[in-house]
RNA sequence: GGAGAGAUGCCCGAGAGGCCGAAGGGGCACGAUUGGAAAUCGUGUGUACCGCUAAUACCGGUACCGAGGGUUCGAAUCCCUCUCUCUCCGCCA
């Protein structure tokens, strides 16, 4: 969420910022209409309640018909405040509305562009795989070495969801105890939160109302199913206001993460895109200043999990038109897969500068004396699983169709160099 | 699931229709004292919003005592609904 007085301040720069998003500028004209409506009825409002405040002193002084008369005088201003009252109420909530529609501002950095192909390759590591033979897709491999069971996954919870089955199984356990231990070593506090969020935490990082059919709801308690580790991580802290040396905070998370996926369906096949995917991922508080500069170090410990694994990838700084809503500044990991033939997401890790802040109310203080202000929230995957097990099994295939372990799972899986 | 207790400012804690944005204490900040510190004394110290501003500085104003409604000229205080926390009982990996 946008602070409101950015917007008053500059709304032509606003315009152009939601042009190289691509979003409509609508928002912003119904924006300031309903602000300066709002306005108006607010101060009346005050002025209206300032008398009702005065004549109420008077009238704890008065006796028989004077104080009659004041207080019939005052009726009608009592109504006329509940009148302003609902008013204002209505013009917050409109306005609210609008506001949580106007994505963040994004970085001077950020390439303008409206699509996939704006965005620019900032790095590249490794050489993509090649080999003399034709290589296999994950689906093959799993399925001919029986480490990844698609049919099974159907039968116990629907299509979307996939069941992986010894050594596919233990890959994935020591995926993750791999990278919690990377993201351990640089300097990231281990959380392990609840699976499931209140509507309060899906509302503090932007996930409600936005995305809210794109998560699975369990109404009886109104709770939602995990769909990131940052919506359980980063409202940790919310409402709380922490001290100067509280910060930086650095969480790592080990979390299943639910997606429905509502009214997607190409890309369903395989392991790409499913319902319910392993995450492990790193969350970041600091002060404002050289918030960018942590996005740096961010991405390096993401990307440090793909050089352990010596995985070919690509870093893409995302341009306006690709980011997140509440990003400031993106960029993706691209880790390729020979057998699929394709480049895949398996990090995003984004600089949210305070916008997710304001929502979730996480602020520190300056000085013990001084004015509390929002803090800088980060969020990076340190890497999705099953796209970076994708990538794994079709790098590291040999002729004969099986995987060699990369080297830094082995001490995981008890030494073992091959799945065959 | 059953029974009870509670929710007030950064923290603890009073308050029982107008004199309450809220006593008192702690913490913190500033000042005095000191060679320096502790102790002591004094002053100050919430958040959001509106207006005025170059200003997130003053100043003027409004709202906020878990949330939402109601009664009243006037609600932290009375009434209703909800949420959360704690204790005990039951159930349970």
């Not at 013009?91 to 409206?114: M, Y």
Request: glycine residues 6%; charged residues 30%; contains cysteine.
């Amino acid at each position: 969420m946008l602070d409101v007085n950015v917007i008053r301040e500059d709304p032509e720069a606003i315009r152009t910022m939601l042009r190289n998003r691509t979003y409509s500028d609508d928002v912003l004209d119904k924006f300031l209409e309903l602000d300066q409506a709002w306005r108006a009825a607010v101060e009346e409002g005050n002025r209206l309640r300032k008398q009702r405040n005065e004549a109420s002193l008077r009238i704890a002084k008065l006796n028989g018909k004077d104080k009659a008369e004041a207080v019939a005088e005052m009726k009608s201003v009592a109504a006329r405040i509940s009148e302003l009252e609902a008013r204002v109420a209505e013009l917050e909530a409109q306005r609210d509305d609008v506001i949580l529609l106007i994505p963040n501002i994004p970085h001077p950095t950020v390439p303008v562009g409206d699509c996939y192909e704006k965005n620019r390759v900032v790095m590249e590591h490794g050489k993509v795989t090649k080999f003399d033979f034709q290589p296999k897709d994950h689906i093959a491999l799993g399925e001919d070495l029986d480490i990844i069971d698609f049919q099974r996954g159907v039968k116990v919870a629907g299509s979307g969801f996939f069941v992986l089955k010894g050594d596919g199984a233990r890959m994935e356990r020591a995926l993750i105890n791999y990278m919690l231990d990377m993201h351990h070593r640089q300097g990231y506090t281990e959380v392990f939160p609840p699976v499931v969020v209140n509507r309060a935490a899906v509302i503090g990082t932007g996930q409600y109302p936005k995305m809210k059919d794109d998560m699975y709801w369990c109404e009886r308690d109104d709770l939602w199913l995990n769909p990131t580790a940052e919506v359980p991580v980063t409202n940790l802290l919310q409402d709380d206001i922490l001290a100067k040396e509280d910060l930086p905070i650095y969480y790592t998370a080990y979390l299943p993460s639910f997606r429905r996926e509502a009214g997607r369906h190409a890309e369903m096949k395989g392991m790409i895109r499913v319902h319910e995917f392993n995450k492990v991922e790193l969350v970041k508080f600091v002060l404002p200043d050289g918030s960018f500069q942590e996005l740096e170090t961010l991405l390096n410990d993401a990307q440090d999990v793909l050089r352990g694994l010596e995985l070919p990838f690509r870093t893409l700084l995302l341009c306006t038109g690709d980011m997140g809503f509440a990003s400031a500044k993106t960029y993706d990991l691209e880790s390729h897969a020979p057998g699929t033939g394709s480049w895949l997401e398996v990090s995003s890790c984004s600089c949210f500068t305070d916008f997710q802040a304001r929502r979730a109310r996480v602020k520190y203080r300056p000085e013990p004396h001084l004015k509390s202000e929002f803090v800088h929230t980060l969020n990076g995957s340190g890497l999705a699983l099953p796209r970076t097990m994708v990538s794994i099994m079709e790098n590291n295939q040999d002729r004969q169709g099986r995987i060699r372990i990369p080297e830094v799972l082995r001490p995981y899986m008890q030494g073992q160099e091959l799945i065959e």
